[in-house]
């Protein structure tokens, strides 16, 4: 069996701000979503949703029914490298750069504003880790 990508979800009291990271940092648009009986947005790369928000009254607590939130990054998959960092400069977006050993893949390592890892792969090689911003 192939799987590949469909959605992240993440909770969040920050519902607007998320949204506008988002939509900046990526290029992500809202988009449909469906009724259901609780605040959020379904944002979209293409035609595909790829970050579901759901909105808190409160920040989520460490713990959900007794189980811990596990989720240390997600990533994307991005095409040039360059522009993208030029793109992050220009917002004032912090983060940092690793190469991966041994593949020639770039890492660039971002937080969003409610502190969740995520990174964006390039299929470039850079000679090391740096900081961004």
């Not at 993208?84 to 770039?106: E, K, N, Q, S, Y």
């Amino acid at each position: 069996m192939q799987l590949t990508l469909d959605h992240i979800n993440i909770r969040t009291a920050n519902l607007a701000g998320l949204i506008d990271w988002y939509g900046k940092v990526l290029g992500l648009t809202p988009g449909w979503r469906p009724a259901f009986d609780f605040p959020g947005a379904w944002l979209y790369a293409g035609k595909a949703a790829v970050v579901h928000l759901i909105g808190l009254d409160a920040a989520p607590a460490a713990t959900t029914d007794g189980r811990q939130l596990h989720l240390e990054h997600f990533a994307f998959r991005g095409q040039n490298l360059r522009a993208f960092l030029a793109h992050l400069a220009a917002l004032g977006i912090a983060g940092d750069l690793r190469a991966v050993p041994g593949a020639a893949l770039t890492q660039v390592n971002l937080w969003d504003p409610d502190g969740n890892h995520l990174h964006v792969d390039f299929a470039e090689t850079r000679p090391q880790t740096e900081q961004i911003a």
